[in-house]
């Protein structure tokens, strides 16, 4: 973590899918986006972009529970 912090100037580093369940893992802004906007997570990080849920249009989109099985 040390190291990773000198390299980066970042002391956090999360390990996990970004994903809700059954859906596919994260790949890109897009994904991100819309996997933030369909849970309940408060804000979004990508890279200097910092994405407030309340300050977001309403987000309409097709239900993701009818595109993708739950495992």
Not at 36 to 57: A, G, H, K, S, W
Request: aromatic share 12%; glycine share 2%; proline share 3%.
């Amino acid at each position: 973590m040390k190291r990773y912090k000198e390299l980066t100037g970042c002391a956090v580093l999360v390990n996990t899918s970004y994903n809700v369940r059954g859906e596919p893992i994260v790949c890109d802004y897009i994904d991100a986006y819309k996997c933030f906007m369909r849970t309940e997570m408060d804000v979004l990080i990508c890279n200097n972009c910092i994405l407030y849920r309340d300050e977001q249009p309403k987000f309409i989109d097709e239900d993701w529970r009818k595109i993708y099985a739950l495992d």
